[in-house]
């Protein structure tokens, strides 16, 4: 196997996890918390569970071993809880199993080095064993797809949404439980099923994958997210700064630049009611940009960029306090220097998001190119 594709295995694992700690948070009271991270994957009350997802594997005691050495260790220091090992092997249709005999325990603990095996299972008594086993559930699980479609039913019957809606409510609570992961103090890892719905209802951020393209379908997930962020219901918006940032690839065509350009100037510039919104332009060649804005200036589009000529140093209050114009452009290290309250925030990327303005209201969309926001935008 490749690197790239080892990877691609490990985040399709990641997702995996956390949706069945959705799966979990959804299926219990308001208030009951569900941790992520902190004795094992996922824990609730007295139930602990590992998760894999084995997508180019079959199954083998091998594949398993080191998993339930993890719960094993755990469950001999706390032997109150439930523990289940959930995981998703190619040759395996979901059902789960129950260790018998302490000997089915044993011959998942078993190396080929049998100095290994002895120094392994003589960490713990056939007594701890066997109370494990009474307390030990192997359950082979659907794969990402399905999972991913229970998850979404289980979305619109709990919040509810219809289906068309349900993938960006996963996009919302998605975002919560990679923030829960991070918290540095293992009991702060943890949220119920109120503060989910508490989250969703207020979120500021929202990160649409490319995953969701491949799961939903590239039409389909275009075109809820344009009904969703990109369609107004009333002639007039709301009047507040918009940013819009832009990931290219070095070298694109100006046609679609300039395009993108004159698309959001229409949708969102309401001269006396709604200001010119920002563009910053990621990665794009500075030629192909100052070969657009050629044009604008032919076509007497008034802009602005923070300059009065070519060379000119950035002039963040010029840009801020330039006046009549229905576009403003700034460059990627300018932004944060920019004296500017945005109420909002677009990130359309190809492969890296930004990091900034995480604290306001901020839509993250990963695009397989600039076709894609036109389509969003027009």
């Not at 009271?29 to 094992?40: A, D, F, H, M, T």
């Not at 219901?233 to 940013?243: A, D, H, S, V, W």
């Not at 350009?261 to 192909?288: E, H, M, Q, W």
Request: aromatic share 14%; proline share 2%; charged share 35%.
């Amino acid at each position: 196997m490749c690197q790239e594709e080892g990877g691609y295995y490990a985040i399709k694992g990641f997702l995996y996890q956390y949706d069945k700690a959705i799966l979990e948070i959804l299926s219990r009271n308001e208030g009951v918390p569900v941790y992520i991270e902190r004795i094992q994957d996922i824990d609730c009350e007295n139930y602990v569970l590992q998760v894999k997802h084995k997508e180019a594997a079959d199954y083998s005691a091998s594949k398993i071993r080191e998993p339930i050495i993890k719960l094993l260790d755990t469950f001999v220091y706390d032997m109150s809880k439930k523990f289940c090992l959930y995981a998703y092997f190619r040759n395996q249709k979901p059902h789960s199993i129950k260790f018998k005999t302490v000997q089915e325990l044993k011959d998942i603990l078993k190396y080929r080095d049998k100095e290994k095996t002895e120094n392994l299972q003589g960490k713990y008594t056939n007594e701890q064993m066997e109370s494990f086993i009474k307390n030990f559930t192997l359950q082979f699980a659907e794969n990402y797809e399905k999972q991913f479609e229970d998850v979404l039913k289980m979305i619109c019957e709990k919040m509810k949404v219809e289906k068309d809606e349900a993938w960006i409510y996963h996009a919302i609570i998605c975002d919560k439980l990679f923030k829960v992961a991070l918290e540095s103090e293992d009991d702060k890892r943890c949220i119920t099923y109120e503060e989910i719905k508490k989250y969703v209802d207020k979120c500021k951020t929202i990160t649409f994958e490319s995953k969701y393209r491949n799961i939903v379908g590239r039409d389909k997930f275009l075109k809820t997210i344009k009904r969703k962020y990109f369609t107004f219901n009333k002639p007039n918006i709301n009047r507040f700064e918009r940013l819009f940032m832009i990931e290219c690839n070095e070298i694109e065509d100006g046609t679609i630049v300039r395009y993108i350009i004159d698309a959001l100037k229409t949708k969102y510039y309401r001269a006396g009611k709604s200001p010119a919104p920002y563009i910053c332009f990621r990665g794009l060649n500075k030629k192909v940009l100052n070969e657009v804005k050629i044009g604008m200036v032919d076509d007497e589009q008034v802009f602005s960029d923070g300059t009065y000529f070519d060379g000119d140093i950035f002039r963040s209050d010029k840009l801020v306090n330039d006046k009549n114009v229905t576009i403003k452009f700034v460059s990627e290290e300018n932004v944060e220097n920019l004296k500017v309250k945005f109420k909002e925030v677009y990130d359309f990327y190809l492969s890296s998001q930004t990091t900034i303005f995480e604290d306001i209201y901020k839509i993250k969309i990963q695009v397989e190119n600039l076709d894609e926001i036109k389509v969003l935008i027009s």
